[in-house]
C-alpha cells in the first residue's frame, strides 16, 4: 500500500482537515504510486499561518547568527543524505540521477551561503546633515511569507526562498508543487533534525486551493512564487489589490547565439545540454538557437545528430542521458505545440513524439525535438514549451541575432558563443535579459548571483546572492540624535 504522508504544522506533522489526499506517481512509469500527499484548502493554510504567527517573534530576536547556525546544520544534513535525497527526487519528478544530484547540490551551496549571511546582513552607517547625529540603515523581516513552488527544481527552489527568508528573521508557510511533494517533504524533515523551532516553517501540501489561500490570506505580509506566467499574473494580482509585497520568478523563451568564430563543438555541446538537460524544463532552457548562416547547415544538422543519439529512460538507471517530462497532461501540451510547429510551417527535423520501446511505455517520455526553417511569428518560436523542443534559426549578423534574441516577452536567460571580444561584450550590454552566459550554455545558475528575468520572467526582484535579500527584508532607516536639542533637518542648515 502506498504511503500517507502529512503535512507540517508547527512543529507536528498532521492530516489535511478535510482527509483529502492526492497522488504522487512515478513520471517514467505511471503504475508506481510513490505516495498520497494532503489536499490542502483554506483551513489549513489558516492553521499554518497561526502557527508562524506564533513562532515569529521568538525566531526574530533570535541573534541571526544562531539563526545562521540552524540553517548551516540543515545544509551539512543535506551534503549528509545528498544521495539518498537524490534518488527520491529522480523518482518522483524523473530527471536523471546526476541532475538530482545537483539539485540538492544547489539546496546545500544556498544553505552554506545564506548561514554567513547570518553574520553579515549589512546595512549601511552613514553621515548626518546635522551635528551630533547617527544614521544608519538596517534590514527587518517582514513577518509570514508564504512561498509557491514549481516542480523543476524540487530542492533547489524552495531552498532558494525558505533560507532568505529565514536568515532575516521571517516565519514561512510554504507550499510545494503537487508532482513533488515527497522531495519537499524530506527538506521539511531535515530543516526541523536542523532544530529548527516549531512553527517556523509550516508546509501544506496541495495545489491552486492552497496556493490561492495563501496568496489571499491578509496575515501573510509577502507571497515569493516561482512558477508559470499565467498563475504569477493571478498571484500579481491579488496582491497589487491587497498592496502586498509579491515576488515572482517566471518562464523564459532562452536563446543561444553562435557565431561563426565560436568553438563550434564547444557551441554544440551547450546548445545540447541547454535545449535537453532536465528533459527542457528549466525555465532558463534553450529553445531558441540563432546561428550565422555560414555555420548554421553544419550546425543543424550536428544538433539533430546529437539530438537523436541522447538516451531515454528512467533516471536511476546507468547510462540515461534523459528522463521523462513531470506528466501526461505535460507531454500532451508538448506535444500540442510540436503540432503547432508543424502546421506553421516549421521543419520538424527529429522528434515531434512520444517515445515508445523497452521501459518507455508506462512513463511520459517524449524524443528530443528539433525544428529549423522557424521564425519569430510561430507559436513554438514565441511561447514556453518547457519539454525537449528546440528551433534553430539563421541569422546574418551579430546585430539580427540580438534583435531576434530580444524579440520576445520573456527575458531570463541567454547565451552568446563567439570567440570575439567585442561581440561578447555588446552582446552583455545589449541582450535584455537577467543573465547572459559567454561560452557556456543558458543553464548553469549559481547561487552567489542575482536571479530572475526582465520584461514578463518576473516583476523586478532577484533571487540568490545579496539581492535575495531584499525580497524577504525591509529597509528601515534609523536616525540617533544625541545633540540634546530639537534640530531640524533641512531647516537647521546654517
Ligand atoms: P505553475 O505555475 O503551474 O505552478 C507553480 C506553483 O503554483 C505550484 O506550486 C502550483 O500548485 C501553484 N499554483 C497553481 N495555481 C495557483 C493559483 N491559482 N494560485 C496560487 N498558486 C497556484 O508552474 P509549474 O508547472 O509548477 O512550473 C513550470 C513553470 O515554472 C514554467 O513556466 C517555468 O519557466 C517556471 N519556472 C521559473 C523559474 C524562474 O526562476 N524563473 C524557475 C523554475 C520554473
Redesign the pocket.
Known amino acids: 500500500m502506498a504511503k500517507s504522508y502529512l503535512n507540517y504544522i508547527g512543529g507536528k506533522w498532521i492530516p489535511a482537515e478535510s482527509r483529502l489526499t492526492f497522488e504522487n506517481r512515478n513520471p517514467a512509469d505511471g503504475r508506481d504510486l510513490i505516495g498520497k500527499f494532503p489536499e490542502s484548502s483554506a483551513e489549513d493554510v489558516e492553521k499554518a499561518v497561526a502557527a508562524a504567527e506564533q513562532a515569529y517573534d521568538r525566531w526574530r530576536l533570535m541573534p541571526a547568527p544562531m539563526r545562521g547556525e540552524i540553517i548551516l546544520k540543515a545544509g551539512l544534513l543535506l551534503k549528509e543524505k545528498k544521495e539518498e535525497l537524490s534518488k527520491i527526487m529522480t523518482h518522483e519528478m524523473g530527471k536523471v540521477l546526476r541532475e538530482t544530484r545537483g539539485d540538492i547540490q544547489e539546496a546545500i551551496d544556498m544553505a552554506y551561503y545564506t548561514a554567513g549571511e547570518g553574520r553579515r546582513l549589512f546595512g549601511q552607517t552613514t553621515t548626518s546633515e546635522l551635528k551630533n547625529k547617527f544614521a544608519m540603515s538596517i534590514r527587518m523581516p517582514i513577518g509570514v511569507c508564504g512561498l509557491?513552488?514549481?516542480?523543476?527544481?524540487p530542492t533547489a527552489?524552495p531552498s532558494w526562498k525558505i533560507f532568505p527568508a529565514l536568515i532575516c528573521g521571517n516565519t514561512v508557510v510554504f507550499?510545494?508543487?503537487?508532482?513533488t511533494p515527497l522531495s519537499a517533504a524530506k527538506f521539511v524533515e531535515i530543516l526541523e533534525q536542523a532544530g529548527l523551532p516549531p512553527g517556523v516553517v509550516n508546509m501544506v501540501h496541495?495545489?491552486?486551493p492552497?496556493?490561492?489561500a495563501?496568496?489571499r490570506h491578509p496575515r501573510i505580509r509577502l507571497v515569493s512564487?516561482?512558477?508559470?506566467?499565467?498563475?504569477?499574473r493571478?498571484?500579481a494580482q491579488?496582491c497589487g489589490k491587497m498592496l502586498k509585497r509579491c515576488s515572482l520568478?517566471?518562464?523564459?523563451k532562452n536563446a543561444q547565439i553562435v557565431m561563426a568564430d565560436a568553438d563550434f563543438d564547444l557551441a554544440l555541446e551547450g546548445a545540447v545540454w541547454g535545449a535537453f538537460g532536465t528533459t527542457g524544463?528549466?525555465?532558463?532552457a534553450t529553445s531558441r538557437i540563432y546561428v550565422e548562416k555560414s555555420v548554421y547547415q553544419k550546425f543543424s544538422r550536428e544538433l539533430v545528430k546529437r539530438a537523436k543519439k541522447i538516451r531515454i529512460g528512467y533516471g536511476l538507471k546507468a547510462g540515461v542521458e534523459m528522463g521523462p517530462v513531470?506528466n501526461d497532461v505535460?507531454r500532451e501540451r508538448i506535444h500540442g505545440y510540436v503540432q503547432s510547429g508543424i502546421e506553421e510551417g516549421a521543419k520538424l527535423e527529429c522528434g515531434g513524439r512520444y517515445a515508445k520501446g523497452p521501459g518507455l511505455s508506462r512513463g511520459s517520455f517524449y524524443i528530443p525535438t528539433v525544428f529549423t526553417h522557424a521564425d519569430s511569428k510561430m507559436k513554438i518560436v514565441r511561447e514556453?514549451i518547457?519539454g525537449p523542443v528546440t528551433c534553430v534559426m539563421p541569422v546574418k549578423n551579430l546585430e539580427e541575432a540580438i534583435h531576434e534574441v530580444n524579440n520576445t516577452v520573456y527575458g531570463?536567460s541567454s547565451a552568446l558563443y563567439s570567440r570575439d571580444v567585442n561581440r561578447a561584450m555588446r552582446a552583455i550590454r545589449d541582450i535584455e535579459a537577467g543573465i547572459t552566459y559567454i561560452n557556456g550554455p543558458t543553464i548553469g545558475a549559481e547561487v552567489h548571483l542575482p536571479?530572475?528575468?526582465v520584461k514578463n520572467?518576473?516583476n523586478g526582484h532577484r533571487?540568490a546572492g545579496e539581492t535575495g535579500l531584499d525580497i524577504f527584508s525591509e529597509w528601515k532607516s534609523v536616525f540617533v540624535d544625541f545633540s540634546g536639542r530639537l534640530q531640524k533637518a533641512q531647516i537647521d542648515v546654517d
Open positions: 509557491i513552488t514549481p516542480w523543476n527544481f527552489i507550499k510545494p508543487a503537487e508532482d496541495g495545489g491552486a492552497a496556493g490561492e495563501i496568496v512564487f516561482t512558477g508559470s506566467c499565467e498563475v504569477g493571478l498571484v491579488q520568478e517566471m518562464g523564459g524544463q528549466r525555465c532558463t513531470i505535460q514556453e518547457f531570463l536571479f530572475g528575468g520572467t518576473g533571487e
